[in-house]
Structures are given as structure tokens and as C-alpha cells.
């Protein structure tokens, strides 16, 4: 997981939060993408990430009603990016066990101890 927070952005939150992902995928390589708002219990609103059909990272603003147990008062822009789920569309593979590490099995034998 590759997580991206800005406190107290220098400009309005949301569109801090539209760069950030802007220039997270284009480090990552990635310019085809669409945004897309969602509901969260915790966050309120949200703004997933869609390459390919694949939700590969989920961001939010704030503040929202959980940061003041934190005393978080200041405006924040935030992201987090599935890093397998990254390479999963960098590499057009439809799988993601193809680019993530298994924590069942290794080099075919599986790891579960019963």
C-alpha cells in the first residue's frame, strides 16, 4: 500500500487530492484513468481511482467527524494506492496473484500448516 497525505494543503483540499493522484500515476506510468465519487462509513465521501476497470486507490478530504479524536483540525488531502493492484494493470494481467506475493504458498507448495 502506498499511502499520500498533504495537512493543511496549500490550496483547496479537494483539488490538492485530484493532483496528488494525478502525479502518483504518472510516476507510476499510468495516464488513462477516470475518478469516481463513493460513499464510506468512515470518510464520507471518497474519490476512487479506476484504470482498466479496477479500483486501484481510494482517496478522501478532510476534516471529517473522526479527526477530532485525533485533534486533526486542518484541512488534509489523502490517498491510498493498492500497489499490486498497480502492476496488476501496468501488466494488463487480469489476476492479481500474478503480482503479489502469495502468503499461502511459495514456489508451488503451499504454506498452511495444519
Given amino acids: 500500500m502506498l499511502n499520500a497525505v498533504e495537512l493543511a494543503p496549500q490550496k483547496n483540499a479537494s ?14 506510468g499510468i495516464t488513462e484513468y477516470a475518478l469516481q ?3 464510506s462509513e468512515v470518510y ?5 481511482v479506476v484504470v482498466k476497470g ?16 485525533w485533534l486533526v483540525i ?12 498497480l502492476a496488476m494493470v501496468r501488466k494488463t494481467s487480469k489476476v ?5 506475493r502469495s502468503l499461502s504458498h511459495l514456489d508451488g507448495s503451499s504454506l498452511n500448516v495444519t
Fill in 44 to 48: 464520507g465521501e471518497t474519490l476512487d
Fill in 15 to 28: 483539488d490538492r487530492l485530484r493532483e496528488i493522484i494525478e502525479i502518483s500515476l504518472r510516476s507510476a
Fill in 74 to 85: 486542518e484541512p488534509w488531502a489523502g490517498v491510498g494506492f493498492g500497489l499490486e493492484r
Fill in 96 to 100: 492479481l496473484g500474478h503480482v503479489g
Fill in 37 to 39: 465519487e463513493a460513499k
Fill in 54 to 69: 479496477v479500483e486501484v486507490a481510494s482517496g478522501a478530504t478532510g476534516p471529517h467527524p473522526l479527526d477530532a479524536n
